[in-house]
Nanobody, 124 residues
Framework: QVQLVESGGGLVQAGGSLRLSCAAS????????MGWFRQAPGKEREFVAA????????GYGDSVKGRFTISRDRAEKTVYLQMNSLKPDDTAVYYC?????????????????WGQGTQVTVSS
């Protein structure tokens, strides 16, 4: 069992930066792949970034490549999403997810646990 709590969301101007955190509890965290997804009103949940169990492999959605960076601190059981050069189109609720597997996936079906989400709003 893994519990996930996101934090770090807020309101930022276009071009600014935010860092999201996802604190995990549960003894299996160290062997799980983790991901970030986002969902804007009226849209489907979208893949943002993911990282494998060791941190040696990462993946990003096309819309955030070069701007967002995912990382994890296995000792602290925390996953981070550094978001730079934010755009109004990045406005959404951002969700952290954990997988039973050790390899990351860009699909929501690849994850077994989800956090409650944190709102990110980018003003123009």
């Amino acid at each position: 069992q893994v519990q996930l709590v996101e934090s770090g969301g807020g309101l930022v101007q276009a071009g600014g930066s935010l860092r999201l955190s996802c604190a995990a509890s549960g003894r299996t965290f160290r062997s799980t792949a983790m991901g970030w997804f986002r969902q804007a009103p009226g849209k489907e949940r979208e893949f943002v970034a993911a990282i494998n169990w060791s941190g040696s492999s990462t993946g990003y959605g096309d819309s955030v490549k070069g701007r967002f960076t995912i990382s994890r601190d296995r000792a602290e059981k925390t996953v981070y999403l550094q978001m730079n050069s934010l755009k109004p189109d990045d406005t959404a609720v951002y969700y952290c997810a954990a997988s039973y597997g050790s390899s990351w996936s860009g699909n929501t079906r690849g994850y077994d646990y989800w956090g409650q989400g944190t709102q990110v709003t980018v003003s123009s």
